[in-house]
């Protein structure tokens, strides 16, 4: 290889030790350890969950916005959005107002769990102009069928008596109306792109409640409880809008909030990957590529099922560009990854190494990995 070798490194998050920009960052020093005359460029890539907000404006050179928005439980959080490189895309993420990460373990509770919060970001985007908005929809710590985030937006919940419902999913169970009246003009004005990494419905043994609720402090029988109470919320919704959204792939995402977003917003629910790689110009960058190095904390079976290595790996082998994937751990099924586009897979940290040191090491023993699969 030449002095003029350019290498993009494009890592995921390492959950729990590195977000995919320190990831991008620790892969860096690797590559230039070993090849001291590379261009590297980073590509920090997200799936829609936590750390999305942050590797697209890092990604595009854009800027961070904050807004104090209300918590799944109502206490005041200040939230993180961002503006892309372009100027007039806001990226949002679901997580920094109704993500499960900012309830306690034991306070968690599906039932009165709100996405108020999310629909305040939006709202917050618009405020600012923006008629452009992505929104990752991972990490949430709710079961609302997004209706919180629409009562942000104006829109109105209304039991027999033509009382305001309070927050949370199992309020839905009463709901009799949905009154649009109140919803913002300017949502049909503007483009709302949604990534979505699941193609659960809104309902049923695979839906919101059942597949999701249960980490999120539901019990059998509140799963129940929730399930139903977004059955009779997509029957009222869908008459009330005229779109019946619950069996669509994705529905079922972020407690349903992938349903609320199609009912009451013009979204769009698209891969998380590939909204993120076409956020950042992707294809244009790895164009003329030597390397690409991709990397996740765990890469198993799920790992070829789409996820971010994977996504990038196929662009990359449109341009003949070779791929290294550099994964935290290897589980079963992570050589399927192989016949994705992926040339090699190596592991950062020695199997012997017990979890919490690879963890705390992580940035280190990711650098070291880079640097030696580069040297040999």
């Not at 890092?58 to 961070?64: C, D, H, I, L, S």
């Not at 789409?306 to 003949?320: D, M």
């Not at 560009?321 to 940290?349: M, T, Y």
Request: some cysteine; glycine content about 14%.
């Amino acid at each position: 290889m030449t002095e003029s070798r350019l290498v993009i490194v494009a890592p995921d998050s390492f959950k729990g030790s590195l977000s995919a920009v320190d990831a991008a960052l620790a892969m860096e020093r690797g590559v230039l350890e070993a090849w001291p005359d590379a261009r590297v460029v980073k590509v920090p890539i997200a799936d829609g969950g936590e750390g999305t907000v942050e590797a697209l404006v890092t990604a595009t050179g854009g800027r961070f916005e904050t807004c104090t928005a209300r918590g799944p439980l109502g206490r005041p959080v200040e939230a993180r959005w961002g503006v892309l490189g372009d100027g007039r895309t806001a990226v949002i993420e679901m997580a920094a107002a109704s993500g499960i990460t900012l309830v306690p373990e034991g306070r968690r509770d599906p039932r009165v769990a709100s996405t108020f919060g999310t629909g305040q970001l939006i709202r917050a985007a618009l405020d600012a102009g923006f008629r452009h908005i992505v929104i990752g929809i991972g990490g949430s710590a709710t079961n609302d069928g997004g209706s919180g985030m629409a009562k942000a937006l104006g829109v109105r919940f209304v039991d027999g008596r033509g009382d305001t419902l309070p927050e949370g999913g199992a309020a839905l169970a009463r709901v009799a109306a949905v009154e649009l009246g109140g919803v913002d003009p300017r949502l049909a004005e503007t483009e709302i792109l949604v990534a979505c990494d699941v193609d659960n419905p809104l309902t049923g043994p695979r839906g919101a409640s059942a597949v999701f609720g249960p980490q999120k402090g539901a019990t059998p029988a509140v799963v129940a409880e929730l399930d139903a109470a977004l059955e009779r919320y997509a029957g009222v919704a869908a008459q009330a809008t005229g779109r019946d959204v619950a069996r669509h792939p994705g529905a079922g995402a972020a407690g349903g909030l992938g349903a609320g977003l199609l009912f009451f917003t013009p979204a769009r629910l698209v891969p998380g990957i590939d909204l993120v790689l076409d956020s950042t110009r992707f294809d244009d960058q790895v164009r003329g590529a030597s390397l690409v190095i991709v990397g996740e904390g765990r890469t198993d079976h799920q790992t070829s099922m789409g996820k971010a290595p994977v996504g990038v790996a196929r662009v990359a082998a449109r341009h003949g560009v070779p791929v290294l994937l550099v994964s935290g751990s290897l589980g079963p099924g992570a050589e399927q990854v192989l016949a994705q586009g992926i040339g090699r897979i190596v592991q950062a940290a020695p199997a012997e190494l017990p979890l919490q040191e690879a963890m705390a090491r992580a940035a280190e023993l990711l650098q070291a990995a880079v640097a030696t699969s580069l040297r040999g």
